[in-house]
């Protein structure tokens, strides 16, 4: 379930994929567990009264199946069936849990691994040709090549650490052989699955089409500047192409490309009815799907991004940080994604990162380092918001199913959080070095470095006039 929900938040919107994925866990959930209705935990049901979480009972369990945490086959003596039937409901609660945690989780992981994966990363693409307009070193491939591996690792930790906390995995657990019950229920959700995917019958000329197309679409942009090898952008004019370039060319196939397999006996058939086809988009439905408010809200996020650079107040924030200064490079990364990563937990990612880019800009040149050694941690940083409902969309559609507390979310998303920070570090001081040419003060940032020279000189000037 986390490695589908990542992948598809890597191309869909994080919020679309966690919409998608949860019905999914649910119909899973309900396999495994059966449809008679348990007993409920009065203790459960207090807890979510005094949290004002939407009451939805959990879905039943057949009272045949027993702890399926068990070591055994063994079945609860009868004075002890209480104390059984207890921790069932414990288990099958925790078992909920963590499969409706682990989603929303996974979507905001999934969509670091590309430039269009998340609002976050354009922003910093849109804000470093803004600030840096001679920076040519973050595209699709050299972001998708940095950052899939650092989703990779943190997926799987973060599987493990789900797990742990809510599946019951321990050592002793993994060496000994799983119970009849357990596997029984297993089949059961796996003969659900296929039976759900039997349903969707044979592909569809449509399906198929669009599948060719984003392959063709995912491949032109892996390859259009990978940089360690030469790409089909460089038998163009150097500037003249870009990510949208492909992007566009692919949106307008999609707009005259027919939805139903065409007939060849029709070109040669002059008696045919001249019929309309449906194309595989139509511009309706480009207007209903597109979210136009995301384009706005990024653009206000470039124009309040470039009113901070030339207003000054960004260098005046900088120039407020000068501790950081004498601390060395890698333990400013390190706090300064600590603070970004918690920071937006009450903020938008959004809203966090608009903020944030240009004062990490100004300060890169202040400590006379790489710009992005600072701008993507803080990037990738905001994606990182696990611990409360409000932090991302996703958390909250989860949090709205009723079954999970805003305790629950804490403890989970705290050591998520911790995690990241640490992932993330470790990226940003390894391979990102190569990918990126870290080690160095760029010339295009030498050049900028020049005009905020300028422009903090004309400020202290001012200030002292008006003084």
């Not at 949860?22 to 059966?34: M, Q, Y």
């Not at 039943?60 to 209480?82: H, N, R, W, Y």
Request: hydrophobic share 50%; net charge neutral; glycine share 6%.
């Amino acid at each position: 379930m986390m490695v589908t929900t990542s992948f598809l938040s890597m191309w869909l919107s994080n919020t679309a994929s966690t919409a998608m994925m949860l019905p999914i866990a649910n119909a899973i959930l309900k396999s495994l567990f059966g449809q008679k209705e348990p007993q409920k935990d009065l203790s459960w049901e207090r807890e979510e009264n005094t949290a004002a979480v939407p009451k939805n009972s959990l879905h039943p369990v057949s009272m045949e199946i027993q702890f399926l945490a068990s070591t055994g086959d063994k079945d609860c003596p009868e004075e002890a069936e209480a104390s059984c039937s207890k921790k069932e409901e414990e288990y099958r609660r925790n078992i909920w849990k963590g499969f409706l945690i682990s989603i929303p989780y996974s979507a905001s992981i999934g969509g670091t691994a590309t430039l269009t994966g998340t609002a976050p990363n354009l922003i910093l693409l849109g804000q470093l040709r803004s600030f840096f307009p001679q920076c040519d070193v973050v595209n699709f491939g050299s972001w998708f090549i940095f950052a899939f591996p650092l989703m990779l690792l943190f997926l799987l930790l973060g599987w493990l650490w789900i797990s742990f906390l809510y599946g019951g995995i321990t050592l002793r657990g993994w060496r000994k052989k799983r119970s009849k019950i357990r596997a029984d229920a297993e089949n059961r959700a796996r003969a659900v699955i296929r039976e759900e995917f039997q349903n969707l019958g044979p592909i569809k000329f449509a399906e198929q089409a669009v599948f060719i197309l984003f392959c063709i679409f995912a491949i032109l942009l892996f390859s259009r500047d990978p940089k360690f090898i030469p790409g089909w952008a460089n038998y163009f004019h150097p500037g003249f192409l870009s990510d949208a370039v492909t992007g566009v060319a692919i949106v307008t196939i999609l707009f005259f490309f027919p939805s139903q397999r065409p007939s060849l006996k029709w070109w040669f058939d002059f008696k045919a009815p001249n019929t309309e086809t449906e194309p595989l988009l139509t511009w309706k439905k480009a207007q209903d799907a597109v979210p136009w408010n995301i384009m706005l809200l990024l653009g206000g996020g470039f124009a309040m991004a470039k009113g901070c650079e030339e207003s000054g107040l960004s260098v005046w924030i900088s120039n407020q940080l000068h501790p950081l200064e004498n601390m060395p490079p890698t333990l400013a990364v390190l706090l300064i994604t600590a603070v970004i990563a918690f920071f937006t937990e009450f903020a938008s990612n959004t809203a966090t990162i608009i903020i944030f880019l240009p004062v990490l800009a100004e300060l890169a040149i202040r400590l006379r380092v790489h710009p992005l050694y600072l701008m993507i941690p803080g990037t990738v940083g905001c994606s990182y918001a696990f611990m409360l409902p409000v932090s991302t969309p996703p958390n909250s559609i989860a949090f709205a199913s009723g079954h999970l507390l805003v305790k629950d979310m804490v403890r989970t998303g705290f050591l998520m959080n911790l995690m990241g920070v640490f992932l993330l570090n470790l990226a940003i001081n390894t391979w990102a070095q190569t990918i990126f040419q870290l080690g160095t003060f760029p010339d295009w940032a030498h050049n900028h470095s020049t005009t905020v020279t300028k422009l903090s000189s004309a400020l202290v000037n001012n200030s002292f006039k008006t003084l």
